[in-house]
């Protein structure tokens, strides 16, 4: 197709990966679009900047210069850029430093409204998500393009019910920073082919805040997943114990009506819940406040047999009623 882009003047490019290596420092992925970027220049990137200190080729060996269509990796960071952010070659430091502190300010101004406190003017916004649950999160790995990644798919994770908010991502060793945040955002630390610095890991075990380490992205939305699923309210089904036909009651001085009853099927425990049914309609909801075979007290009655039951704050028994034994089973709640 005979594509062509003019290789003389600044250099513009596109970060494709970004990192910190311990003895080089920040080095970027970087490839070349148009025009020269060479070693001594001055650049910004995103909300950072610096000057070029060295350019790797794609097979390893330092070159003083790269042009379009060049993959280089670029030594001379003054912070670790995001992957995608354009590098813009200038004429000066200066220049640079404008751009990038600008750029800097700008990042920090957006990121305290979005994280502003409720008031007149959002205040209908914070009730109408505050039944929302919410687990936050700080992200540090080994690579830009994994914090990347990262940020998007736990992000991706938020539901109606659960909300992920992604505090703070960025290259490198969990730091006792990041602890710190962690600690007084409530937040838990995800890092990914990275360990904590023995300083970070001490306090995260004094401010009790947890860090999880992985190597494996799908292992991290696992879970996080499961960590969402334990912010939901539980979820409990009614699970049906027994029916017990009231044939007689008996009224027992100091302590009320107790329903003479025989079990139709299933099983009467002690500590179910009960409903009293009556022509089809549910006229109680509670609890069954004692249970007799006879005089004895009896843990359950199975199907077959006679019962006494008693039902707590309860007294207007008639026969004919329906006495069904029920429990509420927990169940996991799902996203």
């Not at 805040?209 to 190597?215: A, C, E, F, K, N």
């Not at 299933?266 to 006879?294: C, M, N, P, Q």
């Amino acid at each position: 197709k005979e594509l062509s882009a003019p290789s003389q003047g600044a250099a513009r490019g596109v970060v494709l990966e970004a990192r910190k290596e311990k003895g080089r420092g920040i080095v970027a992925t970087v490839l070349v679009q148009q025009g020269g970027l060479n070693v001594g220049d001055f650049f910004f990137c995103g909300s950072t900047w610096g000057r070029v200190r060295a350019i790797t080729d794609d097979a390893g060996r330092r070159v003083k210069s790269a042009g379009p269509s060049d993959p280089a990796e670029i030594m001379g960071f003054d912070a670790v850029p995001g992957a995608g952010d354009i590098l813009q070659g200038v004429e000066s430091e200066a220049k640079a430093l404008d751009v990038a502190s600008f750029r800097s300010q700008r990042d920090k101004e957006e990121g305290l409204v979005s994280s502003r406190k409720v008031s007149l003017e959002n205040l209908f916004d914070h009730m109408a998500t505050s039944d929302v649950k919410e687990l936050n999160v700080v992200v540090k790995a080994d690579v830009q393009g994994s914090v990347e990644v990262l940020k998007e798919t736990l992000v991706g994770l938020t539901t109606e019910k659960v909300k992920v908010t992604f505090l703070h991502g960025s290259v490198g060793a969990v730091t006792t920073n990041d602890v710190m945040l962690a600690a007084a955002s409530s937040a838990i630390i995800i890092g990914f082919s990275v360990r904590p610095e023995r300083t970070a890991r001490d306090l995260a075990e004094s401010e009790q805040v947890d860090i999880r380490l992985y190597t494996v992205i799908y292992e991290v939305i696992d879970d996080v997943k499961k960590a969402l699923v334990g912010l939901l309210e539980p979820v409990y089904k009614e699970e049906e114990l027994g029916q017990a036909e009231v044939r007689e009651v008996f009224r027992v001085p100091k302590i009320g009506s107790i329903a003479g009853s025989h079990v139709l099927e299933g099983v009467i425990t002690r500590h179910a819940k009960a409903r009293l049914v009556r022509d089809h309609k549910v006229v109680y909801e509670g609890g069954i406040a004692s249970l007799r075979r006879f005089k004895d007290d009896a843990t359950e009655v199975r199907q077959g047999f006679d019962c006494g039951i008693g039902l707590e704050h309860y007294q207007d028994i008639k026969v004919g009623d329906v006495i069904e034994a029920y429990k509420m089973v927990e169940m996991t709640p799902e996203l």
